[in-house]
């Protein structure tokens, strides 16, 4: 029998790079958190040849200080968590320190920052694969971060080549992913461009700085798809009721249990849904995420109502950072709703409740 041995560290570190950078949705995705964690009022997403080539997120934030040059990109370094218990009240996107040192295992990388004081001068910073800093040069630059990914997945064939391969389909949901970001952070400005390898730069929305939601969703998606669109607005009484089915005790999860969810949805009134369901978004707290259950639930609700169309949803479930888990997987993708049950039972009563409140069947062009 062959001897056990550890894996050798290099080795180690591509393995679990490539669970956290996982395709091009989690590059963007990584990146565009980490600009938002640094407090950017402003992020511009470039990709070359749809990210194949480079993808570059540019942000207005804090900028990276020169002692945390050495560490930035070194496994399991973060400057938002240091505990475990800090997880239950998590403020940031961030937490793994993960995402930095994986793109340094898979794509060469490499960073430019500069703190205000500093203006316009920068640094820039280039890794070795490991994470370990290389190479430092003085740049010129703005205050703020600018990371650039180039050549992802370079040494992982297979999956290049998947990537590759469906890139058609990769693109479309990193801008689907962007356009979730774009649309619920308000107050900040999105750009997303991108330019064929020999091709001219063009942009694929902006969003303006807006204070609402419903501003950005029109910068976003268009004005047409709001006349369509009405208020989300349910609150989901979840205090736990006595009896051995009770779930949740005080003690056991602290703080507030009601859930809110705020955001807009296709009226279900016919032709004005989408015939596929392309345009759903869910976040926790502002935190977009896959929830397909909860999708589920909607589109019951809706199909009640409208049978032949799906509707575009904006969803933001407000809750309690105590009830629900973000460390599930390493890409985060995943959420752990507590109780998600009973909360998807109350959500199709509001749903059904304020579909009914108005009659909401009768199309637009019909009302009085
Ligand atoms: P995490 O976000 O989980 O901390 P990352 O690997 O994404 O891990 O980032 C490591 C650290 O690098 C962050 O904790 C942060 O201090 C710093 N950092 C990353 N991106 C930026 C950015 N755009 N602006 C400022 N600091 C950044
Ligand atoms: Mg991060």
């Not at 080549?161 to 107050?187: D, M």
């Not at 303006?208 to 607005?233: C, H, M, P, W, Y």
């Amino acid at each position: 029998m062959a001897t056990i041995k550890p894996i050798e560290g290099r080795s180690v570190h591509q393995i679990q790079s490539g669970q956290v950078i996982v395709d091009l949705c989690s590059v963007v995705k990584e990146l565009v958190e980490n600009s938002l964690d640094a407090g950017a009022t402003s992020i511009d997403v470039r990709f070359k040849n749809q990210g194949l080539e480079s993808i570059e997120v540019q942000d207005n934030g804090d900028g990276i200080s020169p002692q945390n040059y050495e560490t930035l990109a070194l496994k399991h370094h973060t400057s938002k968590l240091s505990t475990y218990s800090d997880l239950t009240t998590l403020q940031t996107f961030g937490f793994r320190g993960e995402a930095l040192s994986s793109l340094c295992a898979l794509s060469h990388f490499s960073v430019i920052t500069c703190q205000a004081q500093d203006a316009p001068k920068g640094t820039k910073l280039e890794f070795e694969v490991s994470g370990k800093l290389k190479e430092t040069s003085v740049v010129a630059a703005q205050k703020g971060t600018t990371v650039i990914v180039e050549n992802l997945f370079n040494n992982l064939p297979v999956r290049r080549q998947e990537l590759q391969r469906n890139i058609k389909r990769e693109w479309n949901r990193v801008v689907g992913v962007l356009g979730q970001y774009a649309c619920i952070q308000t107050g900040i400005k999105f750009s997303v461009s991108q330019q064929a390898s020999k091709g001219k730069k063009t942009t694929l929305f902006s969003t303006k700085g807006n204070q609402s939601t419903r501003e950005n969703i029109v910068n976003v998606f268009g004005a047409k798809t709001l006349t369509a669109l009405i208020t989300l607005d349910l609150n989901l009484e979840l205090e736990p009721t006595s009896g051995p089915s009770q779930r949740w005790s005080t003690q056991e999860v602290g703080g507030k249990k009601d859930i809110r969810i705020l955001g807009h949805i296709s009226r279900p009134a016919s032709g004005e849904g989408r015939q596929t369901p392309d345009r759903q978004m869910f976040f926790v707290n502002s935190r977009p995420c896959g929830l397909p259950q909860v999708s589920k639930a909607f589109n019951e609700v809706y199909k009640a109502y409208n049978g032949s169309q799906s509707p575009f949803i904006f969803a933001n479930i407000e809750l309690d950072t105590h009830l629900y888990d973000v460390n599930v997987s390493p890409d985060k993708r995943t959420i752990l709703l507590h109780d998600q049950n009973r909360m998807l039972e109350n959500l199709k009563v509001a749903l059904t409740e304020l579909f009914e409140s108005q009659d909401y069947r009768v199309p637009i062009s019909q009302l009085p």
